[in-house]
């Protein structure tokens, strides 16, 4: 596999920072530890000077300050975010951009207002199709310049639990995760969740901004026209058990009982059942699920593993919803990358009974 990666996308990994997977054992993902994806930089805003406007196909257009906004009944909702890149690194042929392994996903815990309230008071015209999100920052993408939008068709922007979002985890937004406002739609993929948030267009016709005309489609070569990326597919992770070697992470863990803990979710409908295997995936059993807290936030796992026999391992989970999605042995690959929702791999060496490590005892 040709795995090297340019000074260029080292630059996008050195900025855009993934959740260190030891950080799936947090129900709920501490802000600094969420990964984070930003296109261009993270704009300058002044809070007191910041308004949301909502225009287009409404009888009554708004303009709202953060007062405005927090003022209004607030709802809250603990989402699982992963960025539709994540797991592109590991694809083959390899694919041109931020390089994500599988560490590209967080689950916070939102507030803010429903969209769906803030469109009921600006009064839908009839003839409303999409609703069109504007961010503040600005930049180029294969030359073409732009301002990062993304819209959403009006069943998806109506539903429960869609939300303008002004704090994270019980605080106010940190500058690179959107503050003042952003948008959140829990169980779609991350690019849907436009950060810095300063427009809502509501238009008449699908709205044919660069990502989702050029990013973010499921394209099989360059002539395609591909289909957009929407939910999150199913995946579940597992944290790395024992400890790692400083260059390659490879895991050690000593003989005997050794619990495997991890995470599951999928946009598509709640994680009904999470196998794990510790033959490289040639046999799967099934772990235990935590119960189900919240819809759309990740379930937890785990499996007790009964590392006997000293030797190489590799382990790897995999999560099935109940809509009947499972991860595949090999997900498709496609021209940009997205959902590659292949089991994760982690090699572990059980160590020798009786071995002792040489630090001081
Ligand atoms: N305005 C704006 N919104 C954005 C982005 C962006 O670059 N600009 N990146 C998107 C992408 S691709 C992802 S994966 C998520 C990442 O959100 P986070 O950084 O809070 O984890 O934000 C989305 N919203
Ligand atoms: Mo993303």
């Not at 930089?41 to 927090?70: E, F, H, N, Q, Y």
């Not at 690194?89 to 590209?104: C, F, G, R």
């Not at 500058?175 to 238009?203: D, E």
Request: include cysteine; aromatic fraction near 8%; charged fraction near 20%.
């Amino acid at each position: 596999m040709d795995a090297a990666i340019s000074q260029d996308e080292l630059q996008l990994a050195a900025r855009n920072h993934g959740l260190p997977l030891e950080a799936l054992r947090y129900p709920i993902t501490p802000a600094g530890l969420h990964y984070l994806l930003i296109h261009y930089d993270i704009p300058d805003v002044d809070a007191d000077r910041w308004a949301l406007s909502v225009d287009g196909r409404v009888a009554k257009p708004l303009t709202l300050t953060l007062a405005d906004l927090c003022n209004r009944p607030s709802h809250e909702v603990t989402a699982t975010m992963e960025c539709a890149g994540n797991g592109r690194a590991l694809l083959a042929p390899h694919v041109v951009s931020q390089p994500w392994l599988l560490e590209a996903v967080g689950n916070a815990n939102w507030t803010g207002v429903s969209l769906r309230l803030i469109l009921e008071e600006a009064e839908l015209l009839d003839d409303a199709m999409e609703v069109v999100f504007t961010g503040l920052d600005r930049g180029f993408e294969k030359g073409v310049e732009q301002t990062y939008q993304r819209s959403l068709e009006l069943d998806v922007a109506l539903a429960d639990d869609v939300l303008l979002a002004y704090e994270m985890n019980g605080a106010a937004l940190l500058p690179q995760h959107g503050f003042p406002l952003r948008l959140v739609v829990p169980g779609w993929y991350g690019m849907t969740n436009v950060k810095w948030l300063a427009g809502i267009t509501v238009v008449a016709e699908p709205f044919r901004g660069y990502q989702h005309t050029a990013a973010y489609r499921y394209r099989d070569d360059e002539e395609d026209e591909g289909t957009p990326v929407t939910r999150m597919q199913p995946r579940a992770l597992m944290v790395p058990p024992g400890i790692p070697d400083f260059n390659t992470r490879e895991r050690t863990v000593p003989p005997g009982p050794c619990v495997l803990e991890g995470r599951a979710w999928s946009g598509w409908a709640p994680v009904a059942r999470v196998e794990v295997s510790t033959d490289g995936g040639k046999t799967w059993a099934d772990g235990l699920l935590e119960p189900l807290d919240s819809r759309w936030g990740w379930r937890g796992w785990r499996y007790e593993w009964t590392a006997d026999d000293p030797g190489e391992y590799v382990l790897s989970c995999r999560a099935h919803d109940e809509a009947g999605n499972v991860q595949p042995q090999e997900a498709t690959w496609n021209v940009g990358g997205y959902s590659n929702n292949a089991p994760q791999r982690v090699l572990v060496t059980v160590q020798e009974p009786g071995y002792h490590q040489g630090a001081p005892e």
